[in-house]
């Protein structure tokens, strides 16, 4: 069996969620788990633009594809929690010249739009507001650059029409899809807001998204350490076992302030290896985030990096 190319669809844009890290031990007094773990808060900050590059990749028989893309992020209190404000404010597609220009081709429809995610008090995401007027204005940038890709010239009829027929799958998904897609850009920029881990390595099992659909047990080691007064590495890595005939080989990096629970930079790489003599194609995705700016919310121009 070979690994899915649907993985690979929208030229490596990965659509996939990092592990939930592990909990401490059952059983511990407080003054032990005050020693042994590490408390993620979740305290975001208010009046602040959080800008943050996103490089989704993949390899597919040894060649790349994928986007490196730039949101801008911003946190109020609501009552019951936060509204947390995104905007996809540049793309550049990754790859040679005709994958690239897939994968911004895809990016295309949402980029400058801008939305809001309401948030529990400990981070999770609850509802995309206004999600129907969102979607709206997504579909009419859909329907621009599809009007736009079917006058362009210097590309072949093969390329327009793979690129035509993405965009179509994408603009015809259900509700739940294309919430999952607006949701999916702050998954892993929150995904340790609110969790306790152990500090020093132990055994990890968790359950990972699996690209057969559904989930399957992942099991290996999760690492924790202060690097810093407010500052938290963590690293996890193992393995997980499809329905199919291939494994999945996975390598999650952190950096992370406990205070606010958000995660400052990310990497995580998958790849997709057979097993049991099965045949695949290789296949490798990575996802890295990183906090490149904090702008004061008034000022939108500032163009330089941490």
């Known amino acids: 069996m070979t690994a899915p190319r649907s993985l690979a669809l929208a030229a490596g844009i990965v659509l996939f969620t990092a592990p939930t890290p592990a909990q401490p031990p059952q059983g511990a007094s407080s003054a032990e788990a005050e020693m042994q773990v590490i408390e993620f808060a979740f305290a975001p900050p208010i009046g602040t633009i959080l800008r943050y590059e996103q490089v989704r990749a993949g390899l597919v028989d040894g060649r790349p594809s994928g986007a490196r893309l730039f949101y801008d992020y911003s946190f109020e209190r609501r009552e019951g929690g936060y509204l947390v404000w995104v905007e996809l404010t540049g793309i550049e597609g990754l790859g040679n010249e005709q994958r690239a220009r897939l994968a911004e081709t895809v990016a295309a429809p949402m980029l400058n739009i801008r939305y809001a995610i309401e ?6 995401p609850l509802a995309i507001r206004s999600e129907e007027a969102v979607w709206a204005a997504t579909l009419d940038g859909f329907a621009l650059i599809e009007s736009e890709m079917r006058s362009r010239t210097g590309i072949g009829e093969e390329e327009r029409a793979q690129m035509l027929g993405i965009l179509a799958a994408i603009r015809e998904q259900d509700g739940a899809l294309r919430r999952n897609g607006m949701l ?123």
Request: glycine letters at 12%.
């Open 184 to 306: 999916i850009v702050i998954d892993d920029l929150i995904s340790l807001a609110g969790r306790t881990i152990a500090i020093g390595e132990n055994p990890h099992e968790d359950d990972i998204a699996s690209p057969l659909g559904g989930t399957v047990p992942f099991t290996g080691t999760i690492s924790a350490g202060l690097v810093a007064e407010d500052m938290a590495e963590i690293e996890i890595a193992g393995i997980a076992n499809t329905a199919g005939q291939f494994a999945i080989r996975e390598q999650v990096q952190y950096r992370a302030a406990p205070s606010s629970g958000l995660v400052h930079r990310m990497e995580r790489s998958r790849a997709f290896e057979a097993r049991g003599g099965a045949e695949t194609q290789p296949y490798r995705e990575t996802v890295t985030i990183r906090l490149i700016e904090e702008i004061p919310a008034g000022d939108r121009t500032s163009t330089g990096s941490n």
């Open 119 to 124: 948030l529990s008090p400990d981070g999770g």
